[in-house]
């Protein structure tokens, strides 16, 4: 069975600063794997994917993530972090051969000034 | 141009009443599925459609019906609503399974 792991369930950084995010998957083969943000009171966007090919991936607002086989990771990554980045991550996981992701429980992102 | 819609947004009910909350996407995609998001945050799917046929059916109590009129449409029909339904339902659809899913904005319910 696939699942998804976020060890940090809240992370508080420095307008700025460079952030990196958490995410652990278990699977057997390569899986799909997505980051999704959630800003309060809206629904999810997604922010990269990766299936296959280059293990970085670029996504939008200036994130990035990178696939990591051998430690079964795919942390999200942002160089310099900007107050509005101030949401709710997601990272999700499917197989090829199925029909849905699942979800881990979320990292919370406070952006101090 | 909203891709995934879902109404009403916000949704305030008693004990016992049946409610509907209805979704709509204008993107093409084929699959449509809905999630639970509890007050932990945490995403749970409930159902998903392919073309107007149910391929996903979790574990959920059976005064959930979700119903596809067409693949551009999933609505959510729930029964005999309780305290412990409250939670924001999401909508999402997708064409290819990795390309990832678009979700609606979502269904704010609380049962009181």
């Known amino acids: 069975a696939q699942s998804v792991t976020q060890p940090d369930i809240h992370i508080t950084v420095s307008e700025g600063a460079s952030l990196e995010l958490r995410c652990n998957y278990s699977?057997?083969?390569?899986?799909?794997l997505f980051w999704y943000v959630q800003s309060p009171g809206q629904g999810l966007q997604l922010l990269l994917k990766y299936f296959s090919g280059d293990t970085l991936v670029q996504g939008i607002k200036g994130f990035e993530a990178e696939f990591k086989r051998s430690q079964s990771s795919f942390n999200l990554r942002k160089p310099s972090v900007h107050w509005s980045d101030a949401a709710e991550y997601f990272c999700a996981v499917g197989a090829s051969t199925g029909n849905q992701f699942y979800f881990g429980t979320g990292t919370s992102l406070t952006v101090i000034p | 141009d909203t891709a995934v819609s879902q109404t009403p947004k916000y949704l305030v009910t008693q004990m016992g009443n049946d409610k509907s909350i209805k979704c709509e996407q204008n993107?093409?995609?084929?699959?449509m599925y809905w999630y639970k998001q509890d007050s932990k945050k945490f995403l749970k799917i409930m159902f998903s459609y392919n073309n107007k046929e149910l391929i996903i059916n979790e574990t959920v109590p059976n005064r959930f019906s979700p119903k596809s009129p067409d693949k551009a449409h999933l609505n959510l029909h729930i029964n005999s609503l309780e305290l412990g339904d409250s939670a924001v339902y999401f909508c999402?659809?997708?064409?290819?399974?990795?390309?990832?899913?678009?979700f609606g904005s979502g269904t704010r319910l609380t049962v009181v």
């Open positions: 699977y057997g083969a390569t899986p799909y």
């Open positions: 999402a659809s997708s064409q290819l399974h990795r390309a990832g899913y678009t």
């Open positions: 993107l093409g995609h084929d699959t």
